[in-house]
Nanobody, 124 residues
């Protein structure tokens, strides 16, 4: 069983930065595609970024391109989401997700494992 634990959320002003981390307990982390999703109050969960276990990607939703960077460190079983130039509309609970496939995906239904989420609040 794979467990994912996010950290790094918090309160930041508009234009600020945060780095989210997600640590996996699985021994096959390097074989998994990983993703970040978010859910704002009253809204559905939406795709943010994804990274494969090999070549290809990463991919981002249009509204975060040029501001967010997803990366992974397989030696640490960790995936990161560096968020820069944050905007109030980035406020949400951010979830890390793992997929039992090397191929990245923007669809939440393709992911097998989910973290508990970390809150990000961007004040205006």
């Amino acid at each position: 069983q794979v467990q994912l634990v996010e950290s790094g959320g918090g309160l930041v002003q508009t234009g600020g930065s945060l780095r989210l981390s997600c640590v996996s307990s699985g021994r096959t982390f390097s074989n998994y595609a990983m993703g970040w999703f978010r859910q704002a109050p009253g809204k559905e969960r939406e795709f943010v970024a994804t990274i494969s276990s090999g070549a290809g990607g990463p991919y981002y939703r249009d509204s975060v391109k040029g501001r967010f960077i997803i990366s992974r460190d397989n030696a640490k079983n960790t995936v990161y989401l560096q968020m820069n130039t944050l905007k109030p509309e980035d406020t949400a609970v951010y979830y890390c997700a793992g997929r039992s496939s090397s191929f990245s995906s923007s669809r939440a239904s393709d992911y097998n494992y989910w973290g508990q989420g970390t809150h990000v609040t961007v004040s205006s």
